[in-house]
C-alpha cells in the first residue's frame, strides 16, 4: 500500500517573513534606480548644454562674434536717445543659434517675417501671436508650428516645470538661461531699495571696491542689476577676443530648471523660475502683455547697458524695457527662497514676471539634486555645486574681470 505524504504549506510567519525580506530589497534597490534615472538625466542635460555651447561656438565661427542675448526689433537708429524704445520685441539668443543645432528651416520661415530694414517683428512672431495669423504682418507660418517645436536640446529632463507655455501649446518654455554678466556690488551712493541685499547675504561695497565692479549696469523695476560683463548681453555682441578671462573659465548658459519658492519658508508657493516665463495664462490681463515670453523673445530696447548706464547719469541708469531669456548672475546656485507673495518682500531682481527688466537676477538653479550644469564657452559643461561661494560664481560669469577659477 502506497503512502502519500501531504505537503506542507507556508506558515504564517513564513509568509511574513519572505515578505519583510521582498520589502527590504525594494527599499534598498528604488534608491539606487531613483539615483541611477537622475544620474542619466543629469547627463541628458550636461549633452543638451554640451550642443547648446557648440552651437554658439558655430555662430561664432561664422560671424565672429557671439549673438545678442537678446536682440531689439529694428536695429539701432541714428539719434537713439535715452528714451527710445521698439514698439515690438526682438528675438533672443535662441534664435541665432537654430541653423546650428540643424534647424535651419525653422529659422528661415521665422525669418520671413522680418519688415525690410529691420529684424524679427515679435509681435508676430512671440507667444500667441506666432501661430495667429490674424495679426500677423508680411507673415505667414501656416500650421502653428512653434506650436510643434519642442527640441529636447532646451529642455532639462528632470525639469518640474511646464514646457509649454500653456495647456494647448503655443510656445516652448527653456531651461536654459544666457548669462549676461554678474554682480554683487551695491552702489550705495545711488538711490534705490539696497539694503536688502545685506539680507541675501551680499556685502555693501564702497566706490573704492572694485572686485566685481562692472564698468556699466542698469538698475530694474525690482532692484536687480543688469549688466554685460558676460558673454551673452542684451542689444550687444560680444567676441571671444573680449573673454580675457579665458574661454575655459567663463560661462555662458545656465540652468534655470526648476521651481522657485517663497521667502516664507511656511508658505508652499511655487514660482516660475524659467527664463522665458511672462504670465499665468489663467489671468486676466493685456491682451498684448500676455503674448510675450518663451525661447523666441528677446528685448525691445535698442540701446546696449553701456549706452543707457551714460546716456542717464547723473541719474540712476534704469532698464524699463522687457527682457527674456537672459540673466546676471547675483546669487548662489540654486537659491530657491528669493520671491515673496506677488513678488513683494522678494530678493532684489529676482521675479516670476520676465518683463519691463524684472526677473533679471533669478537664480541660476534647477531641480537636479546639489547642483547645477553650466555650459562654458569653450564648450565644456561642469557641474556647480550648492555649496560654490558666491564670489566664485562671480568669477565665472563675468569675462574679464581678471580674477580665474580653476575649474575640476
Excluded at 13 to 25: A, F, K, N, P, W
Excluded at 143 to 164: E, V
Excluded at 321 to 346: E, H, I, M, S
Aim: aromatic share 8%; net charge neutral; hydrophobic share 40%.
Amino acid at each position: 500500500m502506497r503512502r502519500i505524504l501531504a505537503r506542507r504549506a507556508f506558515t504564517l510567519v513564513e509568509l511574513l517573513v519572505v515578505i519583510t525580506i521582498i520589502g527590504i530589497l525594494i527599499a534598498l534597490l528604488l534608491p539606487a534606480l531613483q539615483a541611477a534615472r537622475e544620474a542619466a538625466r543629469r547627463t541628458e542635460c550636461s549633452n543638451n548644454l554640451k550642443n547648446i555651447a557648440l552651437a554658439l561656438q558655430g555662430y561664432h565661427n561664422n560671424y565672429e562674434m557671439m549673438p545678442m542675448g537678446a536682440m531689439h526689433s529694428g536695429g539701432n537708429p541714428a539719434g537713439a536717445t535715452n528714451y527710445m524704445r521698439g514698439p515690438v520685441l526682438g528675438p533672443s539668443w535662441w534664435y541665432a543659434i537654430l541653423p546650428f543645432v540643424e534647424r535651419r528651416s525653422l529659422y528661415d520661415d521665422i525669418a520671413q517675417g522680418t519688415r525690410p530694414g529691420y529684424y524679427l517683428d515679435l509681435n508676430s512672431l512671440n507667444g500667441s501671436l506666432a501661430n495667429f495669423n490674424a495679426r500677423n504682418i508680411n507673415q505667414n507660418l501656416p500650421g502653428r508650428p512653434l506650436d510643434k517645436f519642442a527640441p529636447q536640446f532646451m529642455r532639462c529632463p528632470t525639469s518640474p516645470l511646464p514646457k509649454m507655455e500653456n495647456q494647448t501649446g503655443t510656445i516652448l518654455m527653456p531651461s536654459y538661461v544666457g548669462i549676461a554678466g554678474g554682480t554683487d556690488i551695491a552702489w550705495d551712493t545711488y538711490p534705490g531699495p539696497w539694503l536688502y541685499l545685506q539680507r541675501w547675504g551680499i556685502p555693501t561695497f564702497t566706490l573704492t571696491d572694485t572686485t566685481y565692479r562692472n564698468r556699466y549696469f542698469c538698475r530694474t523695476r525690482d532692484a536687480g542689476i543688469l549688466t554685460e560683463s558676460g558673454m551673452l548681453p542684451p542689444c550687444k555682441h560680444v567676441s571671444i577676443a573680449l573673454c580675457s578671462d579665458g574661454t575655459s573659465n567663463t560661462m555662458i548658459v545656465g540652468e534655470q530648471s526648476g521651481w522657485l519658492r517663497d521667502v516664507d519658508t511656511t508658505r508652499s508657493v511655487k514660482y516660475h523660475g524659467d527664463p522665458g516665463w511672462n504670465r499665468d495664462p489663467t489671468a486676466n490681463r493685456d491682451f498684448w502683455a500676455d503674448l510675450r515670453g518663451g525661447w523666441l523673445s528677446g528685448t525691445n530696447e535698442y540701446l546696449t547697458v553701456e549706452q543707457r548706464h551714460l546716456n542717464a547719469l547723473p541719474s540712476v541708469p534704469e532698464w524699463t524695457a522687457n527682457l527674456f531669456n537672459v540673466t546676471t548672475v547675483r546669487y548662489k546656485p540654486n537659491v530657491k527662497d528669493v520671491l515673496g507673495a506677488g513678488g513683494a518682500d522678494g530678493a532684489p531682481g529676482c521675479s516670476e514676471v520676465h518683463e519691463a527688466g524684472r526677473g533679471i537676477n533669478n537664480p541660476l538653479q534647477s531641480a537636479h539634486r546639489d547642483g547645477i550644469a553650466v555650459a562654458f564657452v569653450d564648450g565644456s559643461v561642469h557641474f556647480i555645486a550648492d555649496t560654490t561661494d558666491l564670489g566664485i560664481l562671480l568669477r565665472l560669469a563675468i569675462r574679464d574681470d581678471g580674477l580665474d577659477v580653476e575649474m575640476e
